[in-house]
């Protein structure tokens, strides 16, 4: 009944309009006024645009929607087609009122224009376009029309002033910087001496002469610039791992598989302290370079903390799972730092005596770490990668990936040249800055023993930082120096920017 009401009052607001505007083409005397049929369109065009323009786009339902001639095909979008000339007329009836093909207004829009449309517009328009028109190569669901879509990189729009360009958004990928150039590391030296393989070197502060450890049972001290022996000292009953000299004081300290930590006097040569403590073999050591506190890791999974005068255990550092390999100490926080078997590394707090920070990245063992002389970083060493953290929270920085082998040591200079030693026999060295490998050695063992027996288990430089020296299964110390003859030219470096792969694991 509303419906009917609604169509009455329009019909009459129709007929009363056209009556008017009737009235307005018919002079006093009756006659109507002569007008061309184009001014007469124009007129009536804007008559109809101002005063019923809002129900021109009403939608249209199919009972109101009636034509004269035979039945037309649909088109794409599942609307009939009018032809514009067939020789008759053609009403169209919108909300109940009849307009004829002179004053309609628009038709329905062509597939090829509502294409060229919604380029134009916005995108929500665009994406209000497609599901009114969608294309031939494009299977939409009649139920996901209201769906959103995901945007893809081939339809994003990029609008610059009055153009619109599509263009792929595609994040560069980080590349390696070229590397410093470093000179290439020869060897000049072999020293031999030990009767087992030579499992720990140290240099002491003063850079006039360095001591070795053996798995013969012996400490010896050598004259860096001749590399002759001057003194060898007896006192552990197993395989000596670790040694390393004090700066603060004339003493020596080392560590062995007898599970013994001793102090030796180098003015008496002489022990004159032992640590007691560790249940199984101790495998390295390092000393404070503040305070004086001696810092030992063991294969009974913990680190011990020592008073170096009172000898009393200030702290164990408990945590691992299983045999600690390597400790580092440093005056900044963390102060001390360790690798273990676990393959976990963990950063210690020295006062409390517990973990600040477990880096659990490593898949195999961390059997070295190594300390930056310079940066706040430091660097590990496993069969799976080398891998370079920031303090203080162990923020992981790159990985340098090539050195496939058991990694035993790592030692890094001031210029950034970080060396790796494995249990292979070979030698990796890399710019610790870009992670680049430019050097890779392999020494031939001494002759006389076996091809097996190529490892190496420690490597140091002096504290000129000119001779790399490294401690090897052949049961001897080999030397190394820069080449004095080399150049950018005759090494040049083979670099490209190659993608970094930045991974965690």
Known sequence: MVEEVQKHSVHTLVFRSLKRTHDMFVADNGKPVPLDEESHKRKMAIKLRNEYGPVLHMPTSKENLKEK?????????????????????????????????????????????????????????????????????????????????????????????????????????????????????????????????????????????????????????????????????????????????????PYLFSCGEDKQVK???????????????????????????????????????????????????????????????????????????????????????????????????????????VLHPRHYTFASGSPDNIKQWKFPDGSFIQNLSGHNAIINTLTVNSDGVLVSGADNGTMHLWDWRTGYNFQRVHAAVQPGSLDSESGIFACAFDQSESRLLTAEADKTIKVYREDDTATEETHPVSWKPEIIKRKRF
């Open 263 to 369: 102090c030796w006097d180098l003015e008496y040569n002489k022990v004159i302290r032992h640590y007691h403590g560790h249940l199984s073999a101790v495998y390295g050591l390092d000393l404070h370079p503040t305070i004086d506190v001696l810092v030992t890791c063991s294969r009974d999974s913990t680190a011990r903390i020592w008073d170096v005068r009172t000898k009393a255990s200030v702290h164990t550092l408990s945590g691992h799972t299983n045999a600690v390999a390597t400790v580092r100490c440093q005056a900044a926080e963390p102060q001390i730092i360790t690798g273990s078997h676990d393959t976990t590394i963990r950063l210690w707090d020295l006062v409390a005596g517990k973990t600040r920070v477990t880096l659990t990245n490593h898949k195999k063992s961390v059997r070295a770490v």
């Open 69 to 249: 001639g035979p039945q037309n095909a649909t088109d794409s979008y599942g609307h009939k087609q009018y032809p514009a000339n067939q020789g008759q007329e053609v009403e169209y009836f919108v909300a109940g009122v009849a307009l004829t093909a002179d004053t309609k207004i628009q038709r329905m829009p062509s597939e090829s224009a509502a294409q060229s449309l919604a380029v134009a517009l916005p995108s929500q328009a665009k994406a209000d376009a497609n599901r009114t028109a969608p294309s031939g190569s494009e299977y939409r669901h009649p139920g996901a029309a209201d769906r959103p879509q995901p945007t893809t990189m081939n339809s994003i729009v990029m609008e610059t002033g009055n153009t619109k360009n599509s263009a792929l958004i595609a994040k560069k990928a980080p590349t390696m910087p070229k590397p410093q150039w470093h000179p290439p590391w020869k060897l000049y030296r072999v020293i031999s001496g030990h009767l087992g393989w030579v499992r720990c070197i140290a240099v002491e502060p003063g850079n006039q002469w360095f001591v070795t450890g053996s798995a013969d049972r012996t400490i010896k001290i050598w004259d860096l610039a001749s590399g002759k022996l001057k003194l060898s000292l007896t006192g552990h009953i197993s395989t000596v791992r670790g040694v390393i000299v004090s700066t603060r004081s």
